[in-house]
């Protein structure tokens, strides 16, 4: 995990969570697994490496994914045809963002690239680093910079139209954070809390907390919400950095509820029930409505989950062995276990129809689909 500080005490940050990581427990070991359910991979593809969290982009019945190296890719989630190939032109640092006409990437240089009909339209040099994937909407294009500055953009001739631009920490967030649109408002993490804007103006209309930062020193304090964000109707449900998983009701602007909870990666669900592992890896799942604990799953301790998928009455989780693990949606007992490549799951698995996509460091894509 990295974050991004104004001043040069960056590094220090960054050496404190490197040695976090690095006395990180061994991965518990998997249990031999008897198959309760039917699935198995039905196609995969390869993209150059992907050393950053990628958000696969859905657009109707095709994903669009990008490697490190810009390439980009539309692909058809029944068989992982390639509708149609492109290239940034340099590396990329984020996931992808689309509408179906314009597509959106940042690249290492901080430079946004849209491309129009698999070619280049423009680029436009940005303040800070981005890690979050790009929005695009309404004809515009929207980017969450790592210093929580949101930038909007014409998407037909990349004139910069606006600039949000608050007080922010001295330290936040190098990891997808939360780029949403609702209705006629675009919904933003701005740290622990989600803001609503005009996405016409730059403006903010109101903003709720999902956390309230705890901690001794400025590391333990992050709690910026992490993309990406699950919505239901008028209520959203995220996590925050570390500190808690809650939801929001859109339409009342208020929290439902927040639980604390520590953890890093995106959580999933549905109407019923929302699941994300912890900082140890255990698994929870929570009541939507309420936030009260269903159940826990410890069987998975160390395993570097990735966000969770719900898929009908199963979850998904990718694993840093490149396992994928099918939980059942009420119980959380192990269902199904099925392999990539042996490199870790990045982001979170998603899905177009019946078919669940997940993403490789290495830049394998495989498709699964229960038969």
């Not at 490190?68 to 963002?97: C, M, Q, Y």
């Not at 690249?107 to 339209?121: A, H, I, S």
């Not at 699941?275 to 410890?298: K, M, P, V």
Request: charged share 20%; net charge positive.
């Amino acid at each position: 995990m990295t974050v991004w500080r104004a001043l040069g005490a960056a590094l220090a940050a960054l050496v404190l969570l490197a040695g976090c990581s690095g006395s990180r427990p061994k991965p518990t070991p998997l249990e031999p697994l008897k198959p309760a359910i039917a699935g198995r991979q039905v196609w995969s593809q390869r993209v150059d490496g992907v050393p950053f969290p990628l958000v696969v982009a859905v657009q109707g019945e095709r994903f669009v994914v990008a490697g490190g190296d810009g390439t980009l890719l539309g692909l058809e989630a029944e068989d992982g045809r390639v509708a149609w190939r492109a290239s940034a032109g340099a590396p990329i640092v984020a996931g992808v963002g689309t509408d179906g006409r314009f597509v959106a990437v940042v690249t290492r240089d901080n430079e946004l690239v849209t491309l129009e009909d698999g070619q280049v339209k423009w680029r436009r040099r940005l303040p800070a680093r981005v890690s979050s994937a790009p929005l695009v909407a309404g004809e515009r294009v929207f980017v969450l910079a790592v210093d929580r500055a949101v930038h909007a953009f014409d998407a037909v001739d990349g004139r910069r139209l606006w600039e949000l631009r608050r007080q922010s920490d001295a330290l936040t967030l190098a990891q997808a954070g939360v780029l949403h649109p609702y209705r006629n408002l675009l919904l933003v993490g701005q740290g622990p809390r989600l803001a609503a804007v005009d996405p016409l103006r730059g403006t903010v209309r109101w903003e709720v907390p999902i956390a309230a930062p705890r901690g001794t020193n400025e590391v333990e304090r992050l709690a910026d919400l992490v993309g990406p964000p699950l919505r239901l109707g008028n209520t959203l449900c995220a996590r925050a950095f570390q500190q808690a998983v809650g939801c929001i009701d859109l339409e009342r602007t208020s929290p439902v509820w927040s639980r604390a909870v520590g953890g890093t990666q995106a959580i999933g669900g549905d109407a019923e029930r929302l699941f994300g592992a912890d900082g140890s890896d255990r698994i929870t799942a929570w009541r939507t409505g309420s936030g009260e604990i269903l159940w826990t799953n410890e069987s998975f301790l160390y395993r570097g989950l990735s966000g969770a998928l719900a898929v009908g009455p199963t979850v998904v989780f990718g694993d840093v062995e490149g396992q994928v693990h099918w939980l059942a949606a009420d119980t959380g007992q192990p269902l199904l276990r099925l392999a990539t490549d042996g490199s870790a799951v990045v982001g979170t698995p998603v899905l177009a129809r019946s078919t669940v996509l997940v993403v490789t460091r290495r830049g394998g894509l495989f498709a699964f689909r229960p038969v």
